[in-house]
């Protein structure tokens, strides 16, 4: 809390909710098991993981500032120009980044109501006013976020999939969202989840960011590639956003473990396509499980679900059954949510340990 006689931040600052990520340990719990932070189920590569124990010897130099390597093989990967390519400490470093470019003062950065909380955060730090539009069952609505923009609209912020709902608009959809918005409002798409896919309608953005000067998407190494705790992400944007963005970025933003260890796991044979057909086969196992048990699971492409108890002292009730089980997930309360709680899709005993206990509390509970 800012002290009434000490130096005082601008005003916004303080409204803003601190972000609280999902929670790691009980107390008394020597083995939990923790699906409250989207993290991939198998952990990292093998490959990524003997990349990073090899630069061990080396961690006193500086990273290389410009990430050329890792850029080049995210080109390679992807099939993109590298220098279109940015590396941040995480995607929230990147999406910070445009926030505080394009944003700021008089300005306005839009967002649907249970979008990804960061992009909240990032346009009330940068001074922007923060717009939340209303959703269609838990999806975003392209009419509703054009009738939101006014002349002082600067940034779309939009995660699709999205976190937390899990639920995704298709190409066409996002394609008349772009082609709607102004020329000098700048379109966020965040497809942190995008590798767990299976819709043939998406998009993950490469195409509308090549399509104009005015869409940017941002991608993340902490979830299929399960790097999460070397912080790593990257954005593929118009050469215009891509220099805004070297030009505002700290000058070695992503360490030389991260870079060596993201080079490896992008190259890691089917490590992609297996995590994500045990993510496909299993959220769809362990959402008929919960439905069969009474709960109301909504549609997701990611690697997590939400589960719907109807009111908040029922979600409350599940997630208390659930941790006395050892058992962490995210209750989505600071996502105006209450009756919801999110699940990562873990390993299938996992998953099996939810749908039981969850099974019980929906009985006995």
């Not at 009434?4 to 719990?29: C, F, K, M, Q």
């Not at 093989?73 to 220098?83: E, V």
């Not at 992400?233 to 700290?250: K, L, T």
């Amino acid at each position: 809390m800012s002290s009434p006689l000490g130096p005082r931040p601008r005003p916004e600052i303080l409204t803003i909710s601190p972000y609280i990520g999902g929670e790691s340990h009980l107390a008394g719990v020597n083995r939990v098991l923790k699906l409250s932070s989207n993290e991939g189920a198998f952990g990292a590569p093998p490959g990524a993981q003997a990349a990073y124990a090899r630069l061990a010897p080396e961690i006193f130099r500086y990273p290389d500032g410009a990430a050329e390597a890792l850029r080049r093989a995210i080109g390679a990967r992807f099939g993109l120009d590298p220098a279109r390519i940015v590396c941040g400490n995480g995607s929230d470093d990147l999406i910070y980044q445009l926030a505080l470019s394009y944003g700021g003062p008089g300005t306005e950065l839009i967002m649907t109501r249970h979008g990804f909380s960061m992009y909240a955060i990032a346009g009330a730090y940068a001074g922007s006013r923060v717009v939340k539009v209303a959703e269609h069952h838990l999806t975003a609505d392209v009419d509703a976020i054009l009738a939101a923009v006014s002349p002082a609209t600067r940034l779309v912020c939009l995660a699709n999939p999205n976190n937390p709902t899990g639920s995704l608009l298709g190409a066409a959809e996002i394609a008349r969202l772009r082609r709607g918005l102004p020329a000098d409002v700048l379109l966020v798409l965040d497809a942190a989840y995008a590798e767990y896919v299976t819709r043939a309608d998406y998009e993950p953005g490469v195409t509308f960011v090549d399509a104009g000067d005015n869409v940017v998407m941002t991608r993340t190494f902490s979830k299929i590639f399960g790097l999460g705790g070397l912080r790593l992400g990257w954005a593929y944007a118009p050469p215009g956003v891509i220099d805004v963005m070297n030009r505002v970025r700290n000058p070695f933003n992503t360490n030389a473990a991260a870079q060596e260890a993201a080079i490896a796991a992008l190259n890691e044979p089917g490590w992609v396509e297996k995590r994500r057909a045990h993510n496909s086969a299993w959220r769809d196992r362990l959402g008929a499980m919960l439905t069969e048990a009474g709960i109301k699971i909504w549609p997701s492409e990611g690697n997590f679900i939400l589960a719907d108890f109807t009111t908040r002292e029922r979600a409350d009730g599940a997630n208390a059954h659930l941790r006395a089980s050892g058992i962490l997930v995210r209750p989505m309360g600071g996502y105006d949510l209450p009756h919801c709680l999110r699940i990562t899709i873990g390993t299938a005993a996992e998953c099996e340990a939810v749908a039981a206990s969850l099974a019980d509390f929906m009985r006995h509970g």
